[in-house]
Nanobody, 121 residues
Framework: QVHVVESGGGLVQPGGSLRLSCAASGSILNVGAMGWYRQAPGKERELVAR???????TYVDSVKGRFTVSRDNAKDIVYLQMNSLKPEDTAVYYC???????????????WGQGTQVTVSS
């Protein structure tokens, strides 16, 4: 089996910072792109940031300059450093990882369970 587990959410005041972590583990052969998505109440899930194994990174415009995504390829961990947080960043944040397992030759996107980020005074 393959597991993807996030950690690091919580409540923070506007202007504050949080760091999310996500670790992939289990029967992993290869890990491709890893990313962070978020879903606010009443809204569709949106891509926040994505980082490929080559180091190529994409961000949604609304977080550019405030959020930084990084990864540790040796440990299959992806991080999201969130600075200058705004109330509109409030959402459930989900980690995704494109993984090829040892029991399947196909690439599959695995999702974490989500972690709540609330930005409020």
């Amino acid at each position: 089996q393959v597991h993807v587990v996030e950690s690091g959410g919580g409540l923070v005041q506007p202007g504050g910072s949080l760091r999310l972590s996500c670790a992939a583990s289990g029967s992993i052969l290869n890990v491709g792109a890893m990313g962070w998505y978020r879903q606010a109440p009443g809204k569709e899930r949106e891509l926040v940031a994505r980082i490929f194994s080559t180091g190529t990174i994409t961000y949604v415009d609304s977080v550019k300059g405030r959020f930084t995504v990084s990864r540790d390829n040796a440990k299959d961990i992806v991080y999201l450093q969130m600075n200058s947080l705004k109330p509109e960043d409030t959402a459930v944040y989900y980690c995704s990882a494109d993984i090829r397992s040892t029991y399947s030759g196909a690439w599959t996107t695995y999702w974490g369970q989500g972690t709540q980020v609330t930005v409020s005074s």
